[in-house]
């Protein structure tokens, strides 16, 4: 299984909401990855998990929480976000250096 | 620290090859990448090239990679109208712990 998988596909959420977006992989990739990416930009890093704890956390505001319940799991918790929080959301995992394998994305509409 | 750059745009007719270029600025770059977005899609890792090599062909695709010019390109033979699509490069260096520096992305249009 070579496939990074994510959900929802699309979320359309208002300011007060909560909800989470997910990703599962089962290449046995122990670094795992959230990215934002507006249209047309190459994706900016989030964060990054290396054997299911948080070693990269790059200044990203506390309305988005992540979590990692086991090695083949990420999850992205949102709350309060704000209309210029809407972009795709990429997950990814990684392990070495042969590249990072990219979900197909959740596009989120804060509206 | 790293920066990698990209020309924005390549236009080519459909069955002529595509070369879309990239340079990056830190010789210490371990591993250079090549990946593919089509619209509304996720990315797609293509291909990627170790730097103690100067070339690496997948089918359709060879990637050069020149050291002393720290240039990297990516060429697409006999390319198709599925081949459109936004061309990311990135690097990463032995400070960057496996984190991808990306270039600005090539738009690749083909030409009927």
């Not at chain 2, 062909?57 to 081949?83: E, F």
């Not at chain 2, 260096?93 to 990306?102: G, H």
């Amino acid at each position: 299984d070579t496939e990074v998988t994510q959900t929802p596909k699309h979320l359309v959420m208002g300011m007060t909401n909560k909800k989470s977006l997910k990703c599962e992989q089962h290449m046995g990739h122990r670094a795992m990855y959230w990215y934002k990416q507006k249209a047309k930009k190459p994706p900016e890093l989030m964060f990054v998990y290396s054997y299911e704890k948080l070693s990269i956390n790059e200044s990203v505001p506390s309305r988005f929480s992540p979590e990692c319940p086991n090695s083949s799991l990420l999850n992205l918790h949102l709350h309060a976000l704000q209309p210029e929080d809407s972009a795709l959301y990429l997950c990814a995992s990684s392990q070495g250096g042969a590249g990072q394998f990219f979900g197909p994305g959740t596009r989120l509409t804060v509206l | 620290g790293e920066d990698v750059e990209q020309s924005l745009f390549l236009s080519v007719r459909e069955g002529d090859s595509s070369v879309i270029n990239c340079t990056y600025t830190d010789s210490s770059s371990t591993y250079l990448y090549w990946y593919k977005q089509e619209p509304g899609a996720g990315l797609q890792l293509l291909t990627y090239i170790f730097s103690n090599m100067d070339m690496k062909q997948d089918q359709r695709l060879t990637v050069l990679l020149n050291k002393k010019d720290k240039h990297l390109s990516l060429r697409i033979a006999d390319t198709q109208t599925g081949d459109s699509a936004i061309y990311f490069c990135a690097a990463v260096t032995k400070d960057s712990n496996y984190q991808l520096i990306w270039g600005a992305g090539t738009k690749l249009i083909i030409k009927p």
